[in-house]
């Protein structure tokens, strides 16, 4: 445990908070040292944002103390924890995309001059000086709409420090970013930890936990699991405190022989990063695609499932010739893929889960151009079951799931094509690691029915863990093909970042 005499800006003691007599917090306890980054980490559902919700006045608790630099409070309103310094950057950040850089750090505290009128040029210039302490070079002007993700999570950032916080609270801020930007992301946490700034991360992604926190507190069904230093903990207890299981139970192991190829492809180049790259993929096996950002892996996916044209080269289905001119080519030769963003390329958020999950079947459950509704509560029973959704019913707006259940809706779409390639973009980003292993599962039960799957992942413990085999890719090319019981991490990444002089 963590030593008690250390001092604390913030401590929770006993927070408790219940919704209809169902315990959403039970005694749990939060403390944070300044100048610290704190994770806080869980499975959905565990507590993480009602406990969260309640630091920043959202939401009251139902009993328990708040100390925040030393003084008592038994709740707060969301204005009187912003005066006191609490910051929180949720997932989906609160910027206004029509306005700009400058005024959108100042949004609702605008500095007024002496005729109270808005005072712009101080404003640009507080919001100048803000953005150079967090080393950012944004023009000010810049509509905040026309920013990546990326530099909008900076603005939310200096939005933070210009309300002068002592804790930011950033809650999956990773889940959208990747490669330089992650650095960037990790750099700014650094600086802000060395003036003082304490923050609470918030992520499922485990090795950012082990890179950048102090301290990790682990909830666990609206419960308190444990409060450790990170150094006294390895990612395998890490993991079994969360889930309740070691880290080789979390990935299932393979008892399936790989049969015939599915899937050839042969020199294949696109007008995008692609350049010659040849592959296979066998009945019944998971092929790991690695490699950084920029590598061509989702370019590589977007060709073989026809969304973008081949240059040269050919692509075998099952040994005969196939020419996939677009994604419905691909489908009707039995492929399916699973995006990497599931909100903006898998699902319409704002339909019921019914609709999400017999889009592409529709026809076949339709007659004379009327949906069988006995036919379509048939599927979702089906996908509900075989997949273990956690849902209201069908008719539940697939916005309210969690990121798990919305992942799993995704492949019960295409399940319903009976596919036997399957190629899945990130099958487990913004998902717990509970709904992780429950993914996992289902992939290795798509391989005992013969379904080949080409897996792109950026976490290379899935890719190890999961793979039969590992391909890496760098700068348009696959330059390394692995076993994964005899390849390491960094063995990975010193192929995805230096030229290798033979190709796989």
């Excluded at 792109?456 to 391909?471: A, C, K, P, Q, V």
Aim: proline letters at 3%; hydrophobic letters at 40%.
């Amino acid at each position: 445990m963590i030593d008690s005499e250390v001092p604390f800006i913030l401590e929770m003691r006993n927070i408790s908070k219940s919704f209809g007599g169902v315990h959403a917090l039970h005694n749990v306890s939060l403390e944070c040292s300044p100048g610290t980054v704190h994770a806080l980490v869980g499975e959905n559902g565990a507590g993480k944002s009602t406990l969260i919700k309640i630091l920043s006045g959202a939401l009251s608790a139902d009993s328990g103390e708040i100390f925040f630099k030393g003084e008592l409070h038994r709740g707060f309103s969301t204005r009187e924890a912003l005066n006191r310094g609490i910051s929180v950057i949720y997932q989906e950040l609160a910027l206004v995309s029509q306005m700009t850089v400058a005024e959108n750090i100042f949004l609702g505290r605008e500095p007024r001059n002496a005729f109270g009128l808005i005072d712009h040029s101080r404003i640009r210039s507080e919001a100048e000086a803000l953005l150079s302490q967090l080393g950012l070079k944004i023009d000010l002007d810049t509509e905040v709409g026309d920013l990546s993700v990326a530099f909008q999570q900076m603005v939310e950032i200096a939005k933070a420090l210009s309300k002068n916080a002592d804790l930011i609270v950033m809650d999956e801020p990773s889940a959208i970013l990747a490669g330089h930007e992650l650095e960037q992301l990790f750099n700014i946490i650094q600086s802000l930890v060395n003036r003082g700034v304490s923050i609470i991360y918030i992520s499922h992604r485990l090795e950012e936990v082990f890179r950048i926190a102090d301290v990790v507190t682990v909830l666990k069904d609206g419960q308190l699991v444990e409060t450790e230093s990170i150094h006294e903990l390895t990612r395998a207890e890490l993991v079994k405190m969360m889930v309740g299981r070691t880290l080789e139970e979390v990935f299932p192991v393979s008892n399936n022989q790989p049969g015939k190829p599915v899937l050839i492809a042969e020199n294949i180049s696109t007008d995008t990063v692609l350049e010659q790259v040849s592959l296979d993929l066998r009945q019944g096996e998971i092929v790991g695609l690695a490699g950084m950002v920029g590598s061509g892996r989702t370019e590589l996916a977007r060709a073989l499932f026809g969304a973008d044209p081949l240059t040269s080269g050919s692509i075998k289905i099952n040994g005969e010739n196939a020419y996939l001119k677009n994604p419905s080519e691909a489908i009707k030769k039995k492929i399916s893929l699973v995006p990497e963003d599931r909100k903006e390329q898998g699902l319409f958020t704002e339909l019921p889960i019914r609709n999400n999950i017999t889009m592409p079947i529709l026809r076949k459950i339709s007659q004379w151009g009327f949906l069988s509704r006995s036919k379509e509560q048939e599927i979702v029973d089906q996908s509900r079951n075989q997949l273990s959704i956690a849902m209201a019913s069908g008719s539940q707006e697939v916005q309210y799931l969690s990121g798990g259940n919305q992942q799993k809706v995704v492949l019960a779409k295409w399940l319903q094509t009976r596919p036997e390639i399957i190629i899945m973009d990130e099958p487990t980003r913004g998902v717990d690691v509970g709904a992780k292993f429950e993914i996992y599962q289902l992939m290795r039960h798509l391989n005992q029915e013969g379904i080949g799957i080409l897996m792109i992942s950026s976490e290379l413990t899935e890719i190890l863990g999961l793979s039969d085999r590992i391909l890496v890719m760098r700068e348009g090319r696959i330059v390394a093909e692995l076993v994964p019981s005899e390849t390491s991490e960094e063995q990975i990444i010193e192929y995805a970042t230096t030229t290798v002089s033979k190709a796989a």
